[in-house]
């Protein structure tokens, strides 16, 4: 049997130190982030060896380096994985709808977002088109009103802070309600 040379005696037993606690992260990892253990396991080695290899933070120790480098090393592997899936056409085996007679049959094109701002604005009146952008926009008198308020600012606080505000600014309550009812109805899909 070859003996170990002094550095390769002490890489092995620093591997051995370090091997069940880049297990655990490893399993924290999936645990926290979905996937398969074996996927990531294989990392142990290669992140095991270029942390070895360039390891001189004297302010950190060998394990907890090594522990963090995996877990990045993790999350690059399940980064590249999802834009590689985004990249791919997704196909899928279905027989029985398979007009080419290769088997294959591509999946539905992806909806659409369900929401674009832009086209929900375009289709609203003028006065609910002013209501949403003052509520994205927040004028400075409107968050004042909301920072002075006691209780916190949930959305039925902040509705009720708009309706004051837009009620000071000279609207009718009719108009306040005919607006917040017209933009309630459009973000259910309900347009006239």
């Known amino acids: 049997m070859a003996r170990l040379s002094l550095r390769d005696e002490a890489?092995?037993?620093?591997?051995?130190?370090?091997?069940?606690?880049?297990?655990?992260?490893?399993?924290?990892?999936?645990?926290?982030?979905?996937?398969?253990?074996?996927?990531?396991?294989?990392?142990?080695?290669?992140?095991?060896?270029?942390?070895?290899?360039?390891?001189?933070?004297?302010?950190?120790?060998?394990?907890?380096?090594?522990?963090?480098?995996?877990?990045h090393e993790c999350l690059e592997l399940q980064r590249a994985s999802a834009r590689r899936a985004e990249r791919l056409p997704t196909v899928f085996l279905q027989p029985a709808d398979?007009?080419?007679?290769?088997?294959?049959a591509e999946l539905p094109a992806r909806p659409a977002p369900p929401f674009r701002l832009m086209e929900f604005v375009r289709g609203l009146s003028a006065d609910a088109q002013d209501v949403v952008l003052m509520a994205l926009t927040m004028p400075a008198d409107l968050t004042e009103q909301l920072r002075t308020q006691e209780d916190a600012p949930?959305?039925?606080?902040?509705?009720?802070?708009?309706?004051?505000?837009?009620?000071?600014?000279?609207?009718?309550?009719?108009?306040?309600?005919?607006?917040?009812?017209?933009?309630?109805?459009?973000?259910?899909?309900?347009?006239?």
């Open 11 to 71: 890489l092995t037993t620093t591997f051995h130190d370090v091997h069940a606690l880049l297990q655990k992260t490893v399993h924290r990892f999936v645990a926290t982030h979905g996937g398969q253990v074996s996927d990531y396991q294989e990392l142990i080695g290669l992140c095991f060896m270029k942390c070895y290899a360039n390891h001189e933070r004297p302010l950190a120790r060998f394990s907890t380096w090594v522990a963090y480098a995996l877990w």
């Open 98 to 104: 398979d007009q080419d007679g290769n088997g294959l």
């Open 154 to 192: 949930t959305p039925i606080n902040i509705r009720a802070a708009v309706q004051r505000f837009l009620r000071n600014l000279g609207w009718g309550a009719a108009r306040v309600r005919r607006t917040f009812d017209e933009i309630a109805d459009a973000l259910r899909g309900e347009r006239p």
